[in-house]
């Protein structure tokens, strides 16, 4: 069955560190990886996807995320975090055998602290 | 440019009253529509999905109910709301087309429902 996995409830990280929120994913066939944010009370935002080609793939506000086939992971990274970086991610899988559904992970909550 | 709209933005209603929230896209024709609700803001739990006007699945059975009257507006009712079905309602979109697995789902702002 399919299944994504964010292990991590929630970051803690200092304004100006890197910082990684971690996906791991299960799937029969070939995955298609999305990255969304939330912030308190509002919709989720698109940042960025995998669909094929390069490993990484760079998104919006400055995040990329690394697609590791071997590991079955896509985390999502950013150089050098911002305190309007604090809000609630969410990876999701794709694939044919979902019936073309998003499946989910819970959620990490990310807390930048100044 | 597309753009998604839900409205109200936040509703509260008594157990037992009939509910009705609303969701239309803008710039787009025959979209794959979506309705999640998202209990203590966290998990997304799919409750319907539309591949067109009249057509509805359901993924988890429970008072609620979804309709398509037309192309681009997604309906999410309930004749009698009960306690549970509190939570925020989200609407989203895709684009239907040939390579369905590569398409990016765009969400609307969301509808806040408390239920009392």
């Known amino acids: 069955a399919q299944s994504v996995a964010q292990p991590e409830d929630q970051v803690n990280v200092a304004e100006g560190n890197p910082l990684t929120v971690k996906c791991t994913y299960s799937?029969?066939?070939?995955?298609?990886l999305f990255w969304y944010v939330q912030y308190p009370n509002r919709g989720l935002q698109f940042l960025l996807k995998y669909i094929t080609g390069d490993n990484l793939v760079k998104g919006s506000y400055g995040f990329e995320a690394e697609f590791n086939k071997s590991q079955t992971s896509f985390h999502l990274k950013k150089p050098s975090a911002l305190v309007s970086d604090s809000a609630l991610y969410f990876c999701a899988v794709r694939d044919a055998d979902s019936n073309y559904q998003l499946i989910w992970g819970a959620g990490t909550k990310l807390i930048i602290k100044p | 440019s597309q753009t998604i709209h839900q409205w109200p933005a936040t509703l509260v209603q008594p157990v037992g009253s009939p509910l009705s929230l609303e969701c239309t896209v803008e710039?787009?024709?025959?979209?794959?529509l979506y309705w999640y609700r998202q209990a203590a803001g966290r998990g997304l739990q799919l409750l319907f999905y539309?591949?067109?006007?009249?057509?509805i699945s359901s993924e988890v059975p429970q008072n609620l109910s979804a309709s398509r009257p037309q192309d681009r507006q997604f309906i999410l009712s309930s004749k009698k709301l009960l306690l549970s079905d509190s939570g925020f309602y989200l609407c989203a979109w895709t684009r239907t087309s040939g390579r369905a697995l590569r398409e990016t789902q765009y969400f609307g702002p969301g509808t806040r429902l408390l239920v009392l």
């Open positions: 799937v029969s066939g070939n995955p298609y």
């Open positions: 710039g787009t024709s025959n979209p794959n």
């Open positions: 539309s591949v067109g006007i009249g057509q």
